[in-house]
């Protein structure tokens, strides 16, 4: 999959990015992280792993027209990859402890998010919390608050397992 991207020639500077793939405000997208990847769903965009995406994998969801954006954690350390001990000790960053930088309602982050929606870029949230899945009051608190800011937001198990999943779109 790596292997696809262009490399940058110093001497063919400045590049032009005006082919890329731009995901827009609002799209509808699915987040899964384990398991076997669910690719029924009737969205535009799927954020999937990359490392442990096969390319048949990304290739079944682009057939019908879907993107595929893939998952990856700059900058911190996950002891459960098998390639973990390809890093020395100065490059692996920090340990990852849990998934923060997500949940912006929960804990009342979104204002920070609203400049992406101004700049024209999608804002992907997913919210965790057992209230938004089971009180119908509160799913549709989050959907109306998540939909007046333009936010595309998922209520998701913490696991990103498929195993629940309700769209506020």
Known sequence: ILSAIPQLDSDTLP????????PPVSISWQWQLV?????????????IDLFDSPAEL???LKAPGKKVICYFSAGSYKNFREDKDRFSTTDRGNFLDG?????????????TLQSF???????L?????QKYSDNPDEHQALCNAANS??????ILP???????????L
Not at 125 to 129: C, F, G, I, R, V
């Open 117 to 123: 929606i101004d700049a024209g870029k999608p804002v």
């Open 58 to 60: 990304i290739s079944t």
């Open 15 to 22: 590049v032009t990015y005006n082919d890329w793939y731009r």
């Open 35 to 47: 398991g076997e990847i669910n690719a029924d769903y009737p969205v535009e965009l799927y954020d």
């Open 149 to 154: 800011a333009q936010f595309s937001t998922l």
């Open 99 to 111: 998934w923060s930088d997500k949940q912006c309602h929960e804990f009342d982050e979104c204002n």
């Open 158 to 168: 913490l696991d990103l397992d498929d195993s629940s999943r309700f769209s506020c």
């Open 125 to 129: 949230n997913a919210e965790y919390l």
